[in-house]
């Protein structure tokens, strides 16, 4: 499993080239932490503002990666000359010298020198002090990992946030870089004399991340047994509109349930403010995630627990701004327990649109039935029995770039709730079209309830749309399953 383990800078397998004659050695290679460390202590040219931050961020690009052609910092260094216009912001005289000891202290936080691997057996969870956590977030502030062991899209440091393109979103990035500064200045603060986030240990405040995966077994048990047994009125299904879409807290899951993160393959963050990325961006003590996690594979999704979000965003992709700033949980108290045991779950949809499709479809997620009963459903089951919650916070789940249809999406996130046990599924959704989306799905409901339909049976007259699509259409299929006569069972492909 070594070649899955993420390798740290601290290793001594990283060596680089002493480009700035920073340790004065005679070496070809030297390990990069002496390096990295001499520039972090450079007493000759010390940060002490955003200029001569930039600076050292190139100095470590062009030492581990050697060049810093592809990234100028220009959005990062508005940020920085905005953000300390506050005079209230000592940043660089009190967090900077915080944050330095803190980079310079993974040899002791991560003594192997590698974070471990997710891809143990599955269901084994990873967990990490708070502490730990915040070294590796500083860490990819600063540029300073070397890149994937595996093959991925997944950004390794916050370098998508730093330099302005096409694809950056200036509101989105706007938030995120507020997040992880709110972040940075907590992190040696305490409230009232009680103790900081680098001072609660996994006893206290766990940050945990697991792999999971669906085996054979599991899939032989719900396809024989419990599938057919289902019935989804268990399942309490809420619809809750939103003028404009936002990450407040009462949306992610708190206290006792999860949320879905509508993730990629390659989970993690960026800077075009998707439903992964908001998600994901105000929480900096998720970003660790894609140093953990490969590409998700059909049996997987990935479960962190415990990341605290510092902002709320409101708006989607280019629409998406900063809301609130998050008060810092006093100890003990309700909020401070609800943060430590926030569930995000990453599921990745199907992307449909890149699919091959079996003959001419208006509707490509039902067709074939291995697509749409093993890809989606046990997909979304997956993550959805990875805990005992109250209720699972989603939305229109692989629905947009990813083509899916939303009448579908949401009626195989109700399957796969009610396999999963989930008392409530609640959808959130925030835009004229998709409240009435909500009511027409809501009624779609209410109707399955009183027929007393089974898991088992939906699939059956999802399935059924294959022969009648071009008659129904992709907005025709709750009408066709309520006035069905479902008989026949289905088994999973």
Request: with cysteine.
């Amino acid at each position: 499993m070594m070649e899955h383990q993420f390798i740290l800078p601290s290793s001594a397998k990283v060596r680089r080239q002493d480009r700035f004659d920073l340790v004065h050695s005679d070496e070809y290679e030297v390990p990069f932490w002496d390096l990295l460390t001499a520039i972090l202590r450079n007493e000759s040219a010390p940060v002490t503002d955003a200029a001569s931050l930039i600076e050292a961020l190139g100095t470590i690009a062009v030492t581990l990666r050697g060049t810093a052609v592809d990234v100028d910092f220009g959005l990062l260094r508005n940020f920085i000359s905005r953000r300390m216009t506050d005079e209230s912001a000592n940043f660089f005289d009190e967090t900077w010298p915080v944050l330095v000891d803190l980079a310079l202290e993974m040899p002791n936080l991560f003594p192997g020198g590698t974070l471990p691997s997710l891809l143990s057996p599955a269901g084994t969870d990873v967990a990490f002090s708070r502490k730990q956590i915040a070294c590796l977030v500083v860490h990819q502030f600063l540029c300073s990992l070397p890149p994937h062991p595996w093959s991925t899209e997944s950004f390794v440091d916050l370098r998508p946030w730093y330099s302005m393109s096409s694809t950056v979103h200036q509101g989105a990035v706007e938030a995120y870089l507020t997040a992880l500064f709110t972040y940075f200045e907590r992190i040696h603060e305490s409230v009232d004399g009680q103790k900081s986030i680098l001072d609660l240990g996994t006893d206290e405040w766990p940050i945990t991340f697991t792999m999971q995966s669906l085996t054979d077994q599991d899939v032989e048990r719900l396809q024989s047994k419990e599938a057919s047994g289902a019935m989804l009125s268990k399942t309490r299904v809420e619809i809750v509109n939103l003028a404009e879409s936002q990450t407040a807290p009462n949306l992610l899951g708190l206290p006792d349930g999860a949320c879905v993160i509508s993730a990629n393959k390659c989970i993690g963050y960026g800077p075009s403010g998707t439903q992964e990325e908001l998600n994901v961006g105000i929480s900096p003590e998720a970003y660790p995630a894609v140093l953990l996690a490969p590409p998700l594979s059909d049996h997987q999704v990935l479960i962190c627990r415990g990341a605290e979000a510092m902002v709320s965003i409101v708006g989607y992709g280019r629409d998406a701004k900063l809301g609130e700033i998050f008060r810092q949980p006093r100890m003990g108290a309700h909020e401070h327990l609800s943060w430590r045991g926030r569930t995000m779950l990453f599921i990745d949809a199907l992307e449909l649109d890149v699919l091959p499709v079996v003959g001419e479809t208006l509707i490509p997620d039902i067709y074939p039935l291995s697509r749409m009963s093993r890809d989606m459903i046990l997909k979304a089951y997956n993550g959805f029995r990875s805990g005992e919650y109250s209720h699972v916070i989603t939305g229109l789940w692989g629905c947009g770039t990813f083509g899916g249809n939303r009448s579908v999406k949401c009626t195989l996130q109700w399957c796969a709730a009610t396999l999963a046990g989930v008392p409530t599924l609640r959808f959130v959704l925030s835009t004229p079209e998709q409240h009435r989306f909500g009511e027409e799905f809501a009624q779609f409901v209410e109707r399955i309830r009183q027929n007393g339909m089974t898991v088992k049976q939906m699939v059956d007259a999802l399935a059924d749309l294959k022969d009648k699509m071009h008659d129904i259409g992709p907005n025709g299929i709750f009408a066709f399953i309520a006035n069905k006569d479902v008989k026949r069972s289905f088994e999973f492909q």
